[in-house]
């Protein structure tokens, strides 16, 4: 298996000072080790904008394909929701000096794989792979801004904490679930080979050029899955 | 050829209240002439906010085919400004109390026939159907939009003078040209086509329900074809 690299850097352990201050105690733990392998903030932007706009993609396909008007409609709020964030992240770029095409570029063979793969092969898989894969990313891409510099790490947690439009999908899904139940378990199926790949992203994007201790990591995952364990309950199906 | 019906209401040509103020008198003689054939709001909506969606879907597609990681990011700001309007055209059905997805619904199946035909076969194509209908039908809606009632008048017509990014679509396609200088006659070629198809677009929608006097939509038409034409100037291609 191809194994996509982001965030490319070596942890720095003692970095005290980018730590900052915890906002939220309640998932201080799991914050503070990602904060301790906060990347440098372009390569962050450029692959967490690369993220969302391959999210924006598959959004696009969604209101492409849907069945209904009204499906479509739903689907357009989504994809618009997950533009502005990414063009809000390449506006970082920008705000940095640095040009958002040539930023994104070192991460886009390796993401194009992953989209690839996680593409789903009709509406309602593509409907999945939409909140499961930006689900989690958009999870793991918040914590992971937590240790950025402290203006971008506001603005960025703003942004990527932003309406997500998912209980558009979830609407949607819940309804073509209860109009034809044997959809229930091919979903929940594709829905465990997404979280699988996804996670290996985000995986590879901590461990690239370091190599973190897994137990330290641990912690991490357990509270990725745990919210995607919850996005699945909302449709009914089990992760 | 499967005629699209638009904006079926017979012309009201005494409804001089209606008219509003000339705010433009270089243009004055052909508003008129189409205020004179303002349609009702809600039906002129859906058909101009789905026609801004299937405007987003090709937009989209030449995001998902670009063959740059820049091309797609510039072609990512067209399809943002695209769908930005479209949503503005259905905060307005909402605003009347209505749904967006019934009140586009009745146009669904003659406009995405229109889609079908003006696709294009490349991401060159792609983007000179973004660029070639949207602008001729946006000029078109805008024009339109003089004989609403004056508060959403006024709203409509800035939301669709707004920025569309089509400065980013000619720097493309000129880029593309000059690097590729046989693509220049297969494109102006398939401009041609394309203002043709959306030109009996336009002309239904006035024609659905009414028989308009010709000789008085001559001008209306000119004037949308005098822009196109600069429009392909723009490109250094042929009308």
Chains 1, 2 share one sequence.
């Not at 069945?67 to 409609?73: D, F, H, L, M, R």
């Not at 929940?188 to 901590?206: E, M």
């Amino acid at each position: 298996m191809r194994v996509v690299k982001l965030f490319g850097r070596r942890p720095r352990r003692n970095d005290a000072a980018r730590l900052g201050p915890r906002r939220d105690s309640s998932a201080a733990v799991n914050r503070v080790d990602l904060e301790e392998l906060t990347p440098e903030l372009l390569p962050y932007l450029g692959q967490a904008a690369y993220l969302q706009l391959v999210t924006f993609e598959t959004l696009s396909r969604a209101v492409a394909t849907a069945p209904s008007i009204a499906s479509k409609e739903a689907m357009s709020r989504c994809a618009a929701l997950s533009l502005a964030k990414h063009h809000g992240l390449t506006a970082e770029v920008v705000r940095k000096g640095a040009q958002p095409g040539s930023t994104m570029q070192p991460y886009v063979a390796a993401i194009d794989h992953y989209a690839r793969v996680t593409a789903g092969a009709d509406w309602y898989e593509t409907l999945v792979t939409s909140y499961v894969t930006a689900g989690l990313l958009d999870d793991f891409s918040r914590q992971l801004a937590g240790g950025l510099p402290s203006d971008a790490s506001e603005r960025i947690v703003a942004l990527l904490s932003g309406d997500d439009g998912h209980e558009l999908i979830v609407a949607e899904l819940r309804a073509a679930i209860e109009a034809n139940p044997r959809l229930a378990s091919r979903l929940a199926l594709w829905g465990r080979r997404l979280v699988g790949d996804t996670l290996l992203v985000a995986r590879s994007a901590l461990a690239a050029h370091s190599h973190p201790d897994e137990a330290r990591l641990e912690p991490v995952f357990t509270e990725l899955i745990a919210a995607h364990t919850r996005r699945m309950d909302a449709l009914g199906l089990t992760a």
